[in-house]
């Protein structure tokens, strides 16, 4: 029963942790202001946006350091890095020590390294205790992610409201606060133990609860936020949001009572969240092993689609089965994989790259006084976005739908978002098209980890997820480049020297519409790529459901 206890502990812990250190969502909040502290072109300051995603691509090294040290050490490591990475940050905005660009650049990548390390502690603590419903406890993790820009904001307005630069000290400190207070349930991991039904059912239910809770968190900080316009209403706020994230504290009651709850409530709504599917490793194998032993069933997909010119694409290399693990090097020869790889880059990716971009978008379009409410709503639609990607679980049993037709069906509001965008200018088309763009981003990168786990296996996902993020930094590169050259294209500079020597602004609709135009086209490629994986794999998916129920009523 104590091990029960503690590792919903852990996932609070997780929480805990994913809220107070996604410090690169409010980059957007100092950038103006560190571009023109280090006098730096458009251009450089997408490096150094670009230089925090490319902490992505060093993933790996947490994952190895993991292999061989306690997750507690990884943990206070990566607080390191963002407590050099930001703080130098900050003594240099704050103008007591003087850095060259390219230093500030490495502290860049230092504080974007710290980041991905602690959502890699995240993940594992996460695979660790919940092997049986581990897509619930990653989806809920990383949610959290999502909220931290706002959280942010409401500490900044209860300190100084005036003061951007403080961002970047509280980038530097909150994550040693949280960890600090992680630390305790991290290091009281329980045994990993396998569960009984009963005990798969009652997790399910407190599973619901937490989803509930996560619910009204965000729908706290979105709603309530614009009220923070004084330190005294901020600090009030944040006291509100702290109670709520430490809410799930009372879920060791909760497990204590699982015969009351399961007699009366879970008995009454018939919730069964389980989906037995998620031990993806084992049900994974299941299905492979009778894919392979019984023939009737796969004679019965053996229908192909040749409609017209799509014949060759719908067919070519097609996955046939979940779960097969792929190696990195049978995974890049696969024609689905280059799909996903585009849907990401052309559909999660450039919502990053918006937010990166939102600090100059509102002072383009003259709101850059709203830019932290712009802030605030990016971060909790990201929060929202995230959630949704529970959907395909919480709504098997009712309504099945290929995770892939998911994502295709996420990337559909960016297109959307940047039409709005070219079309008008004004604050209400901002905010929706940023709260559009947040939804359908967040969306992808929750869902990603579990799609990636289904179409190329469970065993090889930490490989394999790690080879498809390398996305970000190229996409937070191209895309950020494009949007700086037309940026400082209109910024009504002279010539390359004058550019390097000092900061430029860009004032009106035209130093972004074009920028628009271009990120609109690439997302409408980003959901034809998703739509067109949604087709190629839809039937291993059915395969795969139909072998799910086959086992459920043998």
């Not at 133990?193 to 729908?219: E, K, M, N, P, W």
């Not at 998620?278 to 040749?306: M, P, R, W």
Request: charged fraction near 10%; glycine fraction near 6%.
């Amino acid at each position: 029963m104590a091990g029960q206890s503690r590792k919903w502990m852990i996932l609070i812990a997780t929480t805990w942790i994913q809220a107070f250190t996604g410090t690169n969502f409010d980059f957007s909040s100092y950038s103006s202001t560190l571009k023109s502290v280090l006098e730096i072109s458009q251009v450089q300051l997408n490096y150094l946006s670009v230089a925090s995603d490319m902490g992505k691509a060093f993933g790996w090294c947490s994952g190895v350091f993991l292999v061989r040290m306690p997750v507690w050490v990884v943990m206070f490591m990566a607080t390191f890095m963002g407590l050099v990475g930001y703080g130098l940050q900050w003594l240099v905005i704050q103008k007591l020590i003087v850095l060259p660009y390219f230093l500030v650049f490495l502290l860049c990548l230092l504080a974007g390294c710290s980041i991905c390390w602690f959502n890699t502690v995240c993940y594992v603590l996460c695979i660790r205790n919940f092997q049986t419903n581990r897509a619930f406890a990653l989806s809920l993790s990383i949610s959290f992610n999502g909220v931290s820009a706002a959280l942010y904001t409401l500490i900044a307005k209860a300190i100084n409201s005036q003061n951007v630069t403080l961002y970047l000290f509280l980038n530097a400190l909150v994550p040693l606060f949280a960890s600090t207070l992680a630390l305790v349930p991290i290091l009281r991991q329980p045994p990993s133990q396998q569960l009984s039904a009963d005990a798969t059912r009652r997790d399910s239910f407190i599973f619901l609860i937490l989803y509930i809770l996560a619910v009204i968190s965000g729908l706290y900080l979105l709603l309530l936020n614009s009220l923070s316009s004084t330190a005294l209403r901020a600090r009030i706020l944040f006291t509100g949001a702290m109670i709520l994230l430490f809410l799930p504290l009372c879920l060791p009651g909760i497990v204590c009572a699982r015969k009351w709850a399961n007699r009366t409530i879970h008995t009454r709504f018939h919730f069964d969240l389980s989906v037995d599917a998620y031990d993806e490793l084992e049900l994974h194998k299941e299905l492979i092993g009778s894919d392979q032993s019984n023939g009737l069933n796969g004679c019965s997909y053996s229908v192909t689609h040749k409609e017209g010119c799509l014949g060759n694409v719908m067919e070519k290399d097609r996955l046939k089965m979940l779960g097969e693990e792929h190696t990195p090097r049978l995974l890049v020869r696969k024609l689905d994989f280059w799909l996903y790889y585009l849907a990401y880059f052309c559909g999660g990716t450039i919502g990053l790259v918006y937010s990166n971009n939102l600090g100059q978008i509102a002072q383009s379009l003259g709101y850059y006084s709203k830019l932290s409410s712009l802030i605030t709503l990016y971060s909790t639609c990201s929060f929202f976005g995230r959630l949704l990607s529970a959907a395909p679980d919480f709504l098997r049993d009712k309504v099945y739908f290929a995770r892939t037709g998911w994502l295709a069906v996420a990337v559909v509001p960016t297109p959307i978002a940047f039409f709005l965008l070219i079309a008008s200018g004004s604050e209400a088309v901002l905010c929706a098209s940023t709260a559009l763009i947040a939804l359908s981003s967040g969306f992808v990168f929750s869902a990603a980890v579990s799609i990636t786990s289904e179409l190329f296996g469970p065993n090889s996902v930490g490989i394999n997820h790690n080879i498809l993020i390398t996305n970000i930094p190229i996409g937070s590169l191209l895309y950020g480049l494009l949007a700086a050259l037309v940026y400082d294209d209109h910024a009504g500079g002279s010539t390359q020297e004058s550019l390097l020597r000092e900061a430029t602004v860009c004032v009106g609709r035209q130093c972004y519409t074009q920028t628009f135009i271009w990120w609109a086209c690439i997302s409408v490629f980003g959901l034809i790529s998703s739509f067109v994986l949604f087709l190629r794999t839809r039937l291993a998916y059915d395969r795969f459901e139909r072998n799910q129920h086959a086992t459920q009523f043998s």
